[in-house]
Every structure is written in structure tokens, then in C-alpha cells.
């Protein structure tokens, strides 16, 4: 079982930041690839980011490219999500997920089903 417990989320105006984090337990965190996915009120969860077992590669959907930024610590098993240039789109519940079976250190996966432990989720709002 792996446990995992997101922070960071909150209420921010357009044009700010915020870092979300997530806090893992219950396995070798560096045996996770890792994700960052979002539901905006009342559509589905999507997928944001993606970081590799190593931290080599990192993947993003294209309309967060240049803005946020996902990386971990495996020393801390915590991975973050950073988040700048926000805008009121980017209002969701974004959620921190665990994929234990990546094939591969360097593999990312952007699939809802690849990642089979999630968070409760964090609350985002960025007011216009």
C-alpha cells in the first residue's frame, strides 16, 4: 500500500504561483514513478505531469508546458508540483498519484489507469 498526502493548494490571482506538494509512505519511494493529475469542477480528471523513478525524465500536458514544473526528492519522498503564471483554468482539485509498475527508471506514464494510488487531492483557485 502506498499512502499519499498533497498540500500547497490554495487561492491565488491570476499571474501567481503555488507549489503543491505530496508526501509519500508505504514503499521505496524512489521504486514510484509519480504524477500530477486535476479535475476541474464537474469534468474529468486529467493528466498534468509525470516524473520518472529516477527523476530523469519528466513528462507535461501541453497547456502547462512552460509554466509548471514537476521534481521530486527522493530523499524526502515528496514530490512537487510547481506552479507558476496561473490562470483561473488552471482552478481544479489536483491530485498526486503513484505508478508502481513504470517499465523503466526513466519512464513516464500519462494514463489515469497506469497509477494505481492517489491522494485526496488539493484544492486550486486562481480568481481573475
Known amino acids: 500500500q502506498v499512502q499519499l498526502v498533497e498540500s500547497g493548494g490554495g487561492l491565488v490571482q491570476a499571474g501567481g504561483s503555488l507549489r503543491l506538494s505530496c508526501a509519500a509512505s508505504g514503499r521505496t519511494f524512489s521504486s514510484l514513478a509519480m504524477g500530477w493529475f486535476r479535475q476541474p469542477l464537474g469534468k474529468e480528471r486529467e493528466f498534468v505531469a509525470a516524473i520518472s523513478r529516477s527523476g530523469g525524465s519528466t513528462s507535461y500536458v501541453e497547456f502547462v508546458k512552460g509554466r509548471f514544473t514537476i521534481s521530486r526528492d527522493n530523499a524526502k519522498n515528496k514530490v512537487y508540483l510547481q506552479m507558476n503564471s496561473l490562470k483561473p483554468e488552471d482552478t481544479a482539485v489536483y491530485y498526486c498519484?503513484?505508478?508502481?509498475?513504470?517499465?523503466?527508471?526513466?519512464?513516464?506514464?500519462?494514463?489515469?489507469?497506469?497509477?494505481?494510488?492517489w491522494g485526496q487531492g488539493t484544492q486550486v483557485t486562481v480568481s481573475s
Open positions: 498519484a503513484a505508478d508502481t509498475n513504470a517499465p523503466g527508471p526513466s519512464i513516464t506514464r500519462t494514463r489515469r489507469y497506469n497509477y494505481e494510488y
